[in-house]
């Protein structure tokens, strides 16, 4: 599993989870303002000319249309994978050196107000609750880590003993 923690800036802090990478996707979409494939995508200069209606790629009819596109297609091979991920290139940029789909992900996260920790396994949430989080550690941050033990017990990850 796969545990958020998010401290706004003003109110009380809020932990949820995710099953795995796809619900993780899932969930961040669904409270972004991007559209999941502007959150993170993985596509060839081809297929995105066969999804504009061009199947081949070569053409002087997809070229007129998109060249910049074509120039992707030209430079790094028409079946490259080309990887968006808008929160952390910027918009619309592909790119086609790889990008995680985590990494895009937590990118969404960090770009709205507050602090945002993903922990992407049990034992680093537990880690987090137990101060191995700077980000959250100390009496200051008390709220934070108590909404991640709840969220933990919840689960029965942890027991509630308090």
């Not at 099953?19 to 979409?29: E, G, I, L, P, W």
Request: hydrophobic share 45%.
């Amino acid at each position: 599993m796969i545990y958020v923690l998010e401290v706004p800036t003003q109110g009380l802090p809020k932990a949820w989870f995710a099953y795995d990478d796809a619900d993780f996707s899932r969930k961040v979409a669904a409270s972004d303002p991007l559209q999941p494939w502007e959150i993170y995508d993985e596509v060839t200069p081809r297929g995105l000319l066969d999804a504009l209606g061009h199947d081949d790629a070569t053409s002087a009819q997809a070229r007129a249309h998109y060249p910049a596109l074509c120039a992707l297609g030209d430079e790094h091979g028409f079946d490259t994978p080309l990887y968006r991920a808008d929160h952390l290139l910027g918009r619309g940029v592909l790119r086609a050196e790889p990008v995680s789909a985590r990494a895009a992900l937590a990118a969404a996260l960090n770009a709205r107000t507050g602090l945002h920790c993903i922990y992407w396994d049990e034992r680093a949430a537990v880690g987090a609750f137990e101060g191995a989080d700077p980000r959250i550690a100390g009496p200051a941050h008390w709220h934070a880590r108590r909404a991640l033990y709840e969220q933990l017990v919840a689960l029965e990850v942890l027991a509630d003993d308090n």
